[in-house]
């Protein structure tokens, strides 16, 4: 069975995944539709990005990735089919699925434009289920990429945060925070491997971090850093949300100091 | 493979869609479980029922649809399987299943009585797992409608909601609001086509609807109405839920002012 | 196909679960993935405990349960495969699968530590993904227990809560809420099946509480007492959260009064 793993803001609460499933299960019965999530904040690009990129290397070869985060949806904006040297990825052609995509390198590129492969009717908001979910489900039962469109030679890319790190202080990003409520800062772990004292800068004064390698070796009510499973560091507290104590948001900058 | 699609009110936070599945996969392997949503507001019929009915044709004929969102559960209310034109329904007799099966046409209805049919042991509170799933995995794998009970000559039918159209008003009502907080509402397109300015009569005074074809044409901070996927209109502001800024619940009626 | 059964604390907003399921269709494609549930409370092994106990007879023999509830993640617990006599379980050695496993009946217990058997890369915190999640895999496509590790003599068994029962009162222990709002309790039906007349202590006073055998047996804002699903008491209020109205929560004892 041909793997479609999905990544949407859809959420659960609504019918729009489940029919997109029966969509693809309609027109390529052999294949397999594994979750992601379809809890990306609304609209979100740059999460949807994320966790395309930290996702898509554990999943097996020939998987097709349709990505739905798509706020231009209905508008002129590209629908974008991405072969890669592993994958194959559907989704709107606004930087959702640059990050993974060109760190699996980027094969070839198609504008999906050939609406024999959409549904016999294309709604104009809810494109998930009448394009991106059939040409999925082609791609997986083998229909090639030159029939689904036009080739083109590059698609919408987005940068990524860089810190900005001195001898004295790391100024960082929050890029994601995870249910347990650890903020994932876009710094690794060799950026401050040297550095023995880390302190949060907050409104209410400097708040110690501790280096930790894994979650239980912290003590209850003190914040620490560890490299987590994203390949990131990330700030954490003790089986509590570090995140809502220190009232950390996706894209908010945080300062460390260094000592 | 044969597809069994989910649709109930058992949220995802407990384990009672996880032992449903348990629970078809033990009787029928060769089936595929599809959720449309177990979102569905808790005991809500007219929900349920709307979202099977804008679901069940993008998926596989053959498909078995698996309805459980029954506040009468244990009470004497029938448990029916419905045969439409291309599809197989399984719920409570208590309209949920009407919309879509109506429109698929029913070509025969069964009320399940055969407890050979049901888990060996049958509770009063649980009988998505111990009547329902067991149904569904049975007809996907094959049994004969008529070995499952008696046949039936009526199914209940819930009416669906009109709106009042005048000249210089519509008085609709909210049939959904998905997650985006978009407000569907029981009006269609050609309601009102030939009208040029729509207000939205609100405690605060009459609020401008924009009429737009997509999102992404509206501008922020603007309500509009637009044909939604759904088919119906739906009152939308970009990327922002109309819904909370409206104070829009499903139910409730809405006046629109025609110019 | 071979059932893999997940059941975990990561919620579904993340990608968590979603590459789970990757690593398991990289590993073993002809294994099927069911979530029983993925909204265990962060980090409560009791309740994952009690969902794997209430669910895992419902599903296929020669299933593979998953379950990832692991507070103590990257530091020297044991990561344990259970050997019952129908059922896998793979999980922490910290109790969580102990009451499924004890009532299934082990046959053998191996404690994981080839890491042949692992992803090449093993992060400190996210084990789910890189040992549990291939462990299953394997499990699921037949590689023979004792290559995965070490036979153990015993793993960590939780304590099931027994209520105090005389003849005028029961205390009992809450040990689930459910999504409707029904206080599962640790009491049987048979604890007071000849007791007529029974009342919940509040801080407001006594509340009458009727025995029912179905949900809507009961009255609008009447307090009920009914035997679930689970197999256990519940406090219940129709259609409506007698949890929320009661203040009730996991964990908390309540004094039932006989009459």
Same mark, same amino acid.
């Given at each position: 069975m041909k793997t479609i793993a999905l990544l949407t803001d859809f959420g659960q609460s609504d019918n729009f995944v489940g029919v997109m499933k029966g969509v693809i299960s309609s027109l390529c019965p052999q294949s397999l539709c594994l979750d992601i999530t379809h809890a990306v904040p609304s609209w979100n690009i740059r999460a949807a990005a994320f966790l395309l990129w930290k996702s898509? $290397? @554990? @999943?097996? +070869?020939?998987t097709v990735f349709l990505v739905v985060v798509d706020p231009t949806v209905g508008s002129w904006r590209k629908i974008l089919i991405v072969k890669t040297r592993h994958y194959h990825f559907v989704g709107p052609d606004n930087g959702v699925l640059s990050w993974a995509a060109e760190e699996d390198g980027v094969v070839s590129l198609v504008s999906a434009s050939n609406s024999k492969y959409f549904l016999p009717q294309v709604s104009a908001t809810f494109q998930g289920r009448d394009i991106f979910a059939p040409l999925a489900a082609h791609i997986a039962c083998g229909?090639?990429? $030159?029939?689904l469109g036009r080739a083109e030679k590059k698609m919408v890319s987005l940068e990524f945060p860089r810190p900005q790190i001195s001898s004295s202080r790391i100024i960082a990003e929050v890029i994601y925070i995870d249910k347990f409520g650890n903020a994932i800062l876009n710094i690794k772990k060799e950026d401050f491997a040297s550095f023995r004292k880390l302190y949060l800068k907050t409104k209410k004064g400097l708040v110690g971090l501790e280096k930790k390698? @894994?979650? +239980?070796?912290a003590k209850k009510g003190r914040f620490f850093l560890l490299e987590g499973s994203f390949g990131f560091l990330e700030i954490a507290l003790k089986e509590d949300s570090a995140a809502s104590y220190l009232k950390l948001s996706v894209g908010m900058k945080v300062e460390i100091i260094l000592k």
């Open positions: 898509y $290397s @554990f @999943f097996p +070869h020939q229909v090639a990429l $030159s029939r390698t @894994f979650y +239980h070796q």
